[in-house]
């Protein structure tokens, strides 16, 4: 089962409101699911903790995921997504400020789809996320969910 939510994994709530506000300003209607930490975003994934009961099978149709955040790690939650049978194909976009190499390598080599380093700039970060949004949600076929 997979929805059409994206959850974003982001501790700022500046770059929170900056990836919403330019989600819309790119008619982007998705529902955004926001997790500010790595527990919570394992909580969503696994349907645990604040997530409770949420059917875990009925997963995002994308994760952007930032890599410095409070509790777990970026890379240790992309560890957790990939090794689980249900959750394991979920498309994962590291969306980070950090332009270290190893971060780079470690995303990629932990099953990242993609990594994108975040522009500064207002309208260099909109055109990233309208490509980011025109390619995952409306051209890219995703995997066939499993069960």
Partial sequence: MRNNDILLVEDNPDDVELTIRAFRKNHISNKVIVAKDGAE???YMFGTGAYEGRDARDTPVVVLLDLK?????GLEVLQRIRQNESTGLVPVVILTSSAEQNDVGNGYALGANSYIRKPV???QFTEAVKSL?????VWNEPPPPRN
């Fill in 41 to 43: 975003a394992l909580d």
């Fill in 69 to 73: 955040l409070p509790k777990i790690g």
């Fill in 121 to 123: 700039d207002f309208e």
């Fill in 133 to 137: 949004g025109l390619y995952w949600l």
